[in-house]
């Protein structure tokens, strides 16, 4: 790399937006048996600006059409020259296993984002609950890291719950950064340990006695929560029992959509005429059925839009709305100012007149 013209100043480079842009993977780091982290940098040259626990969507070229996939960001935004992501592969992972196996400093692949609302800048606390498990520790990491430069002061109780101690993500760094956070107090639990695992810390799964060993004035705390489902809605449940300010609890999730039924009662009558959507990059102009999304009706006459989470958080399908109404029920994937300039997200809004989209 030719620092000569890689090197530039903060006030020299423009700020990374929420648009399609093109990332170059610079470094590969491995930190658990299936854990990797992914660094990128913006080609423009581009600073990148984004809150802390806030997600993008990868565009992975996996197969001969692109694999969408959301990860949440691992690096801090008061560092901005460059952006992570933390990866874990799961059995049947795809687009994770890709990375895995083909991504490697100096490939480029396309990147959508940043967008979420799971971010202490979004939700501030006098002090703090990081609650994670597995690789959703990533978002807490962000905001950690984010802390350790701007407010090193900050009170937050850390607590992580991994399978065992070799599995347990960041945890070298999170003990060097809390000899400079004062009030950082960490606390891991394993599920397991084996024969030759040192550890003297906590085993077994999380429960209410082991928070409140590790976090005596949890109840008093602002909450970030981010693991898989099951985790996450035990957590929600312990802290709904134990009467919590749930005002104060915040979790991390992409779960799917539910498919919309199309009942008998919704079928147009006969002679009804259905609403058409005009997809003007492609050229076809395809009615689209009662209860049906733009992004359905795409894919009933084979016109790409890219999706992944499909529920309204990630933003990867959003696309400009030229002309017409919808009905748009998103869940924190799209911003205010795109929405006011015409930009909707396919995946849940359905036609309320005949709509003309750029697709």
């Known amino acids: 790399m030719n620092m000569k013209t890689t090197y530039k100043h903060i006030d020299e480079m423009k700020p990374w937006s929420d648009k399609l842009h093109m990332l170059e993977c610079i ?5 658990t048996p299936d854990v990797m982290t992914f660094l990128f940098r913006s080609e423009g040259p581009n600073w990148f600006r984004y809150l802390p626990g806030q997600f993008v969507t990868l565009e992975l070229p996996v197969g001969p059409e692109p694999l969408f996939r959301t990860y949440t960001l691992s690096s801090s935004p008061s560092r901005p020259y460059a952006l992570a992501v933390t990866v874990k592969a799961q059995a049947t992972s795809v687009g994770t296993r890709w990375m895995f196996n083909n991504l490697k400093p100096g490939m480029r692949i396309r990147a959508l984002g940043p967008l979420g609302d799971f971010s202490y800048v979004r939700h501030p606390g006098e002090k703090y609950l990081f609650i994670s498990a597995g690789s959703g520790v990533t978002p807490m990491m962000s905001m950690v890291r984010d802390m350790s430069d701007r407010a090193p002061q900050s009170d937050i109780s850390f607590i992580n719950c991994s399978r065992s101690p070799s599995d347990i993500v960041f945890r070298h760094e999170l003990e060097y950064l809390a000899r400079f956070m004062p009030n950082l ?7 397991n340990c084996g024969r030759t695992d040192l550890w003297s810390g906590l085993k077994g799964m999380v429960d209410k006695a082991k928070i409140a060993l590790l976090s005596h004035d949890f109840m008093d705390r602002t909450v970030f929560c981010c693991g898989p489902e099951p985790f996450m809605a035990a957590i929600r449940s312990m802290l709904e029992a134990s009467g919590f300010d749930m005002a104060r609890y915040h979790q991390e999730s992409f779960s799917p959509a539910m498919p919309v039924a199309v009942g008998e009662s919704d079928l147009p009558d006969d002679g009804e005429v259905l609403a058409k959507i005009g997809f003007t990059l492609s050229g076809k102009d395809v009615p689209c059925q009662p209860g049906q999304t733009i992004l359905m009706t ?16 990630c933003g990867t399908c959003r696309v400009l ?8 029920n998103h869940n924190g994937g799209i911003l205010d100012e795109d929405i006011e300039e015409g930009y909707i997200l396919a995946c849940c809004s359905r036609p309320l007149t005949d709509v003309q989209v750029e697709a």
């Open 298 to 313: 795409a894919r009933s006459a084979g016109v790409r839009i890219g999706a992944a989470c499909e529920s309204g958080i």
């Open 321 to 328: 709305k030229l002309s017409g109404e919808v009905e748009m």
């Open 185 to 191: 107090s960490l606390g891991f639990i394993v599920e």
């Open 27 to 31: 470094s590969v780091t491995p930190e």
